[in-house]
């Protein structure tokens, strides 16, 4: 009863990220949000009523809400503890609604649930989907049903579940992007065994961070909020593909320190589809006056002028499907003191396939800084494989990973003595990537991961914001391992920023700063050729149909030396080169309290 939602695969790419030699670790994240409310008029339903035309008021306070199928014909919101979701839906009809979860977005294998309410009683089942079929009963009924009823919007039910129901027929609710499914229909079943197909526009699908969504309703807003829009001018998109489009900015003078404590999206009505992806980059150095106000074509660095080349720090990222982001309420991003990012580049990427000629874009970034500071100063650094060929992805796997390295030397330089705390996570990979994670090592052993998501989603790219925090010290390191499936490729894919490369990257942010911006890493294989580019060059022609030569590349891969970069303040690079070894502990994930 759910779908198959085809998604249009764009690059997204942290240009850049491999320049970024710059100053004072940045400050940042990422953002984004389509979830503007749209009220449509179309009557989404049948007999009775009219519907109210607007966003639905829950029946009680929720930390997070999302429009699930942009018509606001289905809303969603939710509040998650250590143990428990609990949801409350909204929809447009008088008939049955249907929710769940499933791991890769399309109809099954999926965990939903069925609800609709007749004659003021509400029928409610938990099920599971195994086919292209109707949804089948579970024999353990998991999913609590807790209120049901229809208003003026539509059909409501609030119900709650374990994050882990130990049912085989459900699925475990953990920190991966999480695709919600739904559907409705204006009928009511007879039974949860006869519902009536609820059709092509009924249903849908979306990516959700459950369990670390950020959400507004976790700060109080100061009472001196300014705003700042890195915005574009009506922007005339050329009829190309792919287009990065930069705009310089120069924020006013302020009077004293200030905290940036929030980033939203503006992507203007109609061109969602073609903003794809929007880097804010910043200059420590002064930058002359004459390159204010800037506007030119940056498509592969072509055009921009030499003074904004190289030397410059990656202020915040925003991608496709990503909100707005609040800083947790104890830190915020320093503006406006000596030294604090005063010049900014934006650099959006425009997607546009068929080649339209009539797109006018205005869409960015908005910022909200305050006089009020806050406890810390928030810093980032991006982790990662250095943004190159030597990133060799073979084809013919399933799940082939990539590893690279932020080794302890990096931080024992660039850590502060009593450490760091890291508050929130973006990981960023393109159209292979199928999961990533961010390692952390102390001594040999292997800790919690500070982000760990089995079902990355390219279209959906948010920043984490973690539940509890977790201390980087001097000693630790840090590891990025990127997962990618390349059974639909004939030849190697190589790291690299435009769509048709991978890229694996994950930036950390945390209070307070530290000396550095980023490290990564390449695999030598020096056991190929002791030149590098002859190696990767030799590599690519090998003959990957035969298991035994991908093998041996996994081999290589395990075993080879790696260059690692701590990229400090200034042009200052640090290199590191030896073998990796692995943790003699590898961090386990707490057991459920399911009985085996
Ligand atoms: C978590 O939420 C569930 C469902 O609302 C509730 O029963 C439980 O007591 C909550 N646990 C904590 C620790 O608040
Ligand atoms: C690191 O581990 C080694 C071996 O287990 C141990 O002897 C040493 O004390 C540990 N160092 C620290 C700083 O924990
Ligand atoms: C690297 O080369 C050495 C010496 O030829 C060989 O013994 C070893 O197996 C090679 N390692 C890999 C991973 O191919």
């Not at 065994?193 to 309703?217: E, Q």
């Not at 410059?312 to 990503?322: D, E, K, M, N, P």
């Not at 690279?404 to 393109?430: D, I, K």
């Not at 199928?434 to 279209?459: M, Q, S, V």
């Amino acid at each position: 009863m759910f779908t198959v939602f085809i998604f249009l695969c764009v690059s997204f790419c942290l240009a850049g990220c491999e320049v970024t030699d710059t100053t004072e670790a940045a400050a940042v994240s990422h953002v984004a949000a389509v979830d503007k409310v749209t009220t449509t008029s179309d009557a989404a339903s049948t007999t009775g009523r009219p519907f109210q035309l607007q966003k639905p008021m829950p029946t009680r306070k929720f930390a997070h809400e999302s429009n699930l199928d942009k018509d606001g014909a289905y809303w969603l919101f939710w509040e998650a503890n250590q143990t428990h979701v609990t949801f409350e839906t909204h929809v447009k009809t008088r008939g049955y609604v249907g929710f769940g979860i499933s791991g890769n977005g399309q109809m099954f294998p999926g965990d939903v649930v069925v609800g609709w309410v007749k004659d003021g009683v509400t029928h409610f089942k938990d099920c599971h989907t195994t086919a292209h079929a109707m949804p089948q009963e579970d024999d353990s009924q998991d999913w609590v049903l807790l209120h049901g009823e229809e208003n003026d919007f539509g059909t409501v039910l609030r119900f709650t579940r374990k994050l882990d129901t130990c049912d085989d027929d459900d699925f475990k609710i953990t920190d991966d992007t999480i695709r919600v499914i739904f559907s409705y229909h204006p009928d009511d079943p007879a039974h949860v065994t006869s519902l009536p197909w609820h059709g092509l526009a009924r249903r849908g699908s979306r990516a959700l961070l459950l369990l670390s969504a950020t959400s507004a309703s976790a700060i109080t807003v100061p009472s001196d909020v300014q705003t700042f829009g890195f915005l574009k001018s009506n922007y005339h998109v050329p009829a190309a593909g792919t287009t990065y489009h930069c705009s310089t900015y120069r924020l006013p003078d302020l009077p004293t320190k200030h905290h940036m404590f929030k980033y939203e999206p503006y992507v203007q009505k109609g061109n969602e589809k073609h903003v794809h992806h929007i880097v804010l980059y910043f200059y420590n150095r002064e930058i002359d006056p004459q390159y204010d106000n800037l506007n030119f074509d940056c498509t592969m660095g072509k055009n921009t002028p030499d003074a904004l080349t190289g030397l410059r720090s990656i202020f915040l990222v925003w991608a496709v499907g990503g909100g707005t982001y609040y800083l947790p309420e104890h830190t915020g991003i320093p503006l406006g003191d000596h030294g604090d990012p005063k010049f900014f580049v934006m650099e959006t990427h425009y997607d546009n396939p068929t080649h339209k000629t009539d797109i006018v874009d205005s869409s960015g970034i908005i910022i909200s800084y305050t006089s009020q500071l806050r406890q810390h100063d928030a810093g980032m650094i991006y982790a990662g494989a250095d943004v190159y060929p030597t990133q060799i992805i073979p084809p013919y796997e399933k799940a082939f990973v990539t590893k690279s390295y932020c080794p302890e030397e990096c931080f024992q330089s660039a850590l502060p003595e009593t450490g760091v705390n890291v508050f929130a996570v973006f990981q960023h990979a393109h159209l292979l990537g199928t999961a990533i994670k961010t390692r952390h090592f102390r001594n040999g052993t292997e800790l919690e991961p500070f982000a760990d998501d089995k079902h990355y989603d390219f279209d959906f790219q948010d920043i984490r914001a973690r539940t509890h925090e977790i201390h980087l010290q001097k000693g630790d390191s840090v590891a990025v391992d990127c997962t990618y499936d390349s059974r639909l490729k004939t030849k190697p894919t190589y790291g690299g920023i435009s769509t048709q490369e991978e890229m694996c990257i994950s930036m950390l942010l945390f209070y307070p700063p530290m000396k550095m911006n980023g490290c990564t890493s390449k695999p030598l294989y020096e056991n190929v050729s002791t030149s590098l580019m002859d190696a990767v060059k030799a590599i690519g022609a090998w003959d990957w149909t035969q298991p035994s030569v991908r093998r041996r590349f996994k081999s290589i891969v395990d075993n080879t030396n790696h260059q690692m970069h701590c990229h400090a303040g200034g042009m200052k690079v640090q290199r590191i080169t030896r073998k990796i070894v692995p943790p003699t502990q590898t961090y386990q994930e707490p057991r459920g309290n399911c009985p085996t």
